[in-house]
């Protein structure tokens, strides 16, 4: 029998990488999700569809589950700070439920995928003892998240915090509002690359192939050695100054587009600023990222190169929730017997 994941968050950016890579590689894989950006093309074998949102989930949902990745969230600053009542119940409160859930159902693992960005503003070089410093909704959530969830670790339910840097590359659910994503459809489309000031500020970054292999990797690893325990996820390399980072894009990119790339300067200045050790996640699980900025960048232009993404609202995390509430009010009203137009 194939091991189960339930996997939250599952039609998300990350979601759906992890999915894929989770039926590649033998499992079996309960996927929930209210699918705000859009439902999954084709059905896989192993792969069981559940549109249900995360504070809702009942006990027979954990039932034959192995492990959770516990993905869900609105999952960035902008969005959090707009709807932050429900971004305290799905990033915190329903992430703890679910580990509660869990654990009382006899899953044996819990991942919570949390961030970087808790580490707010930090001069020094951040590892997994230092200070938490959260300075938005989103990544005080995540910290509630990881205070809730790690008291639960228990010999016979393995906790594991990752704290991911700032994803970036190629994904079927793309997001553009994530750094270097936007950074390189910029670039490529449009020939300016937006950068927000004032470009001195350290964030950390990570490949989605490289976050997604540690997700596997934490299912099946010495439970003594990651259990109660948080792990920094990135690579020194992926260290960036944002307006370091911009320049290495613009060069990446320039080949393909034979024109000079502008930059364009936006926002006010950004005060989370962080950059991270990784020494605990490459000794403890003998790990290594393995993608570079420049993979993850010529991926995202070669697939809009090839049509397979595009740049519309609904890869603009906050645009998008807020189109959906804007739809919602108006089909509320003009709806009658279950229709617009046809009804039944
Ligand atoms: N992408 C990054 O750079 C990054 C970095 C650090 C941490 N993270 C964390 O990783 C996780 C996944 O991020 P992502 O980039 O895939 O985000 P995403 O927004 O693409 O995915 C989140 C998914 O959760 C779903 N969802 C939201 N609220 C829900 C609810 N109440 N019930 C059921 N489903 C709901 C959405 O439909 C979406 O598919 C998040 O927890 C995020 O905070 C992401």
Known sequence: MKKKILVTGAGGYIGRVL???LLKNNYAVRAVDRFFFGEYDAIAQNL?????DSRKLEPEHFQNVYAVIDLVAISNDPASEYFEKPTLEINANSRIATANLAKEAGVQRYILPSSASIYG???EISDENS???PLTVYSKANELAEQGVLPLASDNFVVTVMRQATVYGYSPRMRFDLAINGMTYGCYIDKVLPLMRDGKQHRPMVHIQDTTNVMLKLLEFDAAKINGEIFNVGSEANNFR???????IITIVEPFVSEKIKIDWYGDPDHRSYQLNFNKIESTLNWKAKYSLEDGVK???EALRDKRIEKTDNTLTLKW???LVEWHKIIKNVEKY???LDIE
């Not at 069981?48 to 249900?52: D, F, G, K, S, V």
């Not at 944002?242 to 290495?248: F, G, K, P, Q, V």
């Open 299 to 301: 991926e995202i232009v």
């Open 131 to 133: 200070k938490a410093n």
């Open 242 to 248: 944002i307006d370091e980072l911009a320049e290495r």
């Open 19 to 21: 999915v894929e890579k």
């Open 321 to 323: 929730y807020k189109e």
């Open 121 to 123: 503003f930090s001069e």
């Open 48 to 52: 069981e569809l559940i549109q249900e």
């Open 338 to 340: 279950g229709g617009i």
